[in-house]
Nanobody, 128 residues
Framework: QVHLVESGGGLVQTGDSLTLSCAAS??????????MGWFRQTPGKDREFVAA????????NYADSVKGRFTVSRNNDRHTTTLRLNRLEPEDTAVYYC???????????????????WGRGTQVTVSS
């Protein structure tokens, strides 16, 4: 069984920064390389793609709305991924979810349906 646990959310002001972390565990992930991603969701809206990174750092994708402000990274030895959020705006307010593809799927994807495992999310609130 795979578990993803996010941390680092909170209440900040416009222009501030936050770092979100996600720790993955579970034997299925040890079977191969896998991509990890971040999505976010606000009440009444669909979950949307934020950023994703493949097993090796030459495959990194960002949503246009966060490009240049957010940075994704990962530590494969520790099975963790980090999302650095800079120059936060009220529109970034959402629950942020960490996701992982199944072992063997090393390239990132924009599609929510391509991710097999999900965390419970961490709230980020940006006040104006």
């Amino acid at each position: 069984q795979v578990h993803l646990v996010e941390s680092g959310g909170g209440l900040v002001q416009t222009g501030d920064s936050l770092t979100l972390s996600c720790a993955a565990s579970g034997e299925p992930l040890s079977l191969g390389r896998y991509a990890m991603g971040w999505f976010r969701q606000t009440p009444g809206k669909d979950r949307e793609f934020v950023a994703a990174m493949g097993w090796i750092n030459d495959y990194i994708n960002y949503a246009d709305s966060v490009k240049g402000r957010f940075t994704v990274s990962r530590n494969n030895d520790r099975h963790t991924t980090t999302l650095r959020l800079n120059r936060l705006e009220p529109e970034d307010t959402a629950v942020y979810y960490c996701a992982a593809r199944s072992a063997g799927w090393a390239r990132p994807s924009y599609a929510e349906s391509d991710y097999a495992y999900w965390g419970r999310g961490t709230q980020v609130t940006v006040s104006s």
